[in-house]
């Protein structure tokens, strides 16, 4: 299952909110996972399952979407969340990863 | 704390081998599905192995298929991933990653061993 991404990059300011879309090439249900990622250290799970919250992640993070389209959407970015997302599938038991989407700073 | 720690990394030559090991800590390893996931310095993430918490079942992405082994020892707390016939293109740092019943996401990563393939 090939995961799609858009954008690979963006530019946006504090307070913007910001949102990323990942396409899977079938329909994986609502196996979908988003990930954070920073310069050189691991990433970290924010959502799993399409929309449920990790533990410790702040609201502002939200996941949605079913079938083949999904969204990360952060209601007011701040300067923490400049960083890398990735999305992924559990649907089959080959996982993958999208491309990633870079958020910078505008 | 719930932790992973990676060692194993290296520099190896073309067509020899490395064994990768993860030792966990602080949380009930025998219940927890693992992963090996890689990436090449600047790039993306790409998912490698996965193994069960019995070890019964075992999944590899295509470009590692019959060169890497996943393994666990649930006594040693630890996961290994046994990789021959290394390639240049298998340069990467790998992360061993905790998953929960493989759909609800990876929740532990550790920090990475860096692998380089070069001769």
């Keep these: 299952i090939q995961m799609t991404q858009s954008p ?56 949605s979407g079913s079938g083949t389209d999904f969204t990360l959407t952060i209601s007011s970015l701040q300067p923490e969340d400049f960083a890398t997302y990735y999305c992924q599938q559990s649907y089959s038991s080959i996982l993958t990863f999208g491309g990633g989407t870079k958020v910078e700073i505008k | 704390e719930v932790q992973l720690v990676e060692s194993g ?23 927890y599905e693992m992963n090996w996931v890689r990436q090449v310095p600047g790039k993306g993430l790409e998912w490698v192995a996965y193994i069960s918490s019995s070890g019964s079942a075992i999944y590899y992405a295509d470009s590692v298929k019959g060169r ?52």
């Design chain 1, 8 to 63: 690979s990059s963006l530019s946006a300011s504090v307070g913007d909110r910001v949102t990323i879309t990942c396409r899977a090439s079938q329909s994986i249900s609502g196996h979908l996972n988003w990930y954070q990622q920073k310069p050189g250290k691991a990433p970290k799970l924010l959502v799993y399952a399409t929309s449920s919250l990790q533990s410790g992640v702040p609201s502002r993070f939200s996941g």
């Design chain 2, 68 to 119: 890497f082994t996943i393994s666990r020892d649930n006594a040693k707390k630890s996961v290994y991933l046994q990789m021959n016939s290394l390639r240049v293109e298998d340069t990467a740092v790998f992360y061993c990653a905790r998953d929960r019943n493989m759909i609800l996401g990876m929740d532990v990563w550790g920090q990475g061993t860096t692998v380089t393939v070069s001769s």
């Design chain 2, 9 to 31: 990394g290296g520099l190896v030559q073309p067509g020899g081998s490395l064994r990768l090991s993860c030792a966990a800590s602080e949380f009930i390893f025998s219940n």
